[in-house]
């Protein structure tokens, strides 16, 4: 009876991380709040059918933000796991496509839709005019990136990555995470901004353009340095010859 009870169980940490997941998208503010969260005045202000403290679920569940919808059926995913043992190849393989799945769509809605709708034009030729818009992501669109960023290193921790230690796992992926957020994604953005013409099309030679502007400027600011502090550094070649 004690191996059945434990066989049919799920994974504690599947348990963790997809209620985690579910919080934030049933229960929480999807969109950033002018006012502090832990306040907790959103609580009154329209809470949860008001489009600016609503919860993803409840936006869907009204028929607004249908982009939304896909990241549900995600977080109820892991539940297929149920009655897996960890060492199952299914346990990680599935975590892994989830875990992936969700944080690609979630980038993909995130920086693909904006205040005036689609933010890239392949969108609109593939989709069509966006008539909605959405706002900067708060506390529950938090909740569910986290989730299926650990559920994915959950996944690759059952599939024997680092001899399968779900913490060190777990902590790579934020570490990577948190520089890819603050340092890569910046970076990005400037380099894609430098690909736009007047226009606003992409064009990479407006963009080598830039870029050889650029080093030329750095160039000419290095070879000014260099020339200021020349004599001063002659000054002191008796002493190094010495």
């Known amino acids: 009876m004690r191996v059945r009870t434990a066989t049919s169980a799920l994974h504690p940490t599947v348990v963790l991380w997809t209620a985690v997941g579910l919080v934030g998208y049933a229960l929480l503010p999807w969109y950033g709040l002018e006012s502090n969260f832990f306040t907790l005045s959103w609580l009154l202000d329209g809470y949860p059918h008001d489009d600016d403290v609503a919860p993803a679920l409840f936006l869907v569940l009204q028929g607004e933000k249908l982009w939304l919808a896909p990241l549900g059926p995600l977080l109820l995913a892991p539940l297929l796991l149920w009655g897996r043992r960890k060492s199952d190849p299914f346990f990680g393989s599935l975590l892994i496509v989830v875990g992936a ?7 993909l809605q995130g920086f693909g839709i904006g205040l005036r709708g689609f933010q890239w034009q392949w969108l609109t030729w593939l989709v069509g005019e966006l008539d909605d818009r959405q706002f900067g992501m708060g506390w529950g669109a938090l909740l569910v990136s986290g989730a299926f960023l650990f559920l994915f290193t959950l996944g690759l921790a059952a599939r024997g990555a680092v001899a399968g230690d779900e913490f060190v796992v777990g902590s790579i992926g934020f570490v990577v995470a948190v520089v890819t957020i603050f340092i890569f994604m910046p970076i990005g ?17 407006i963009f080598l353009a830039k870029l050889s502007a650029t ?14 502090a020349l004599p001063g550094i002659r000054c002191f070649s008796p002493f190094w010859s010495a």
């Open 189 to 205: 953005q400037m380099l894609g901004s430098a690909l736009l013409t007047q226009e606003g099309d992409y064009s990479l030679p």
């Open 215 to 228: 080093g030329s400027g750095i160039s000419a600011a290095f070879s000014a340095v260099r020339a200021a």
């Open 101 to 107: 799945t969700g944080v690609a769509y979630f980038l």
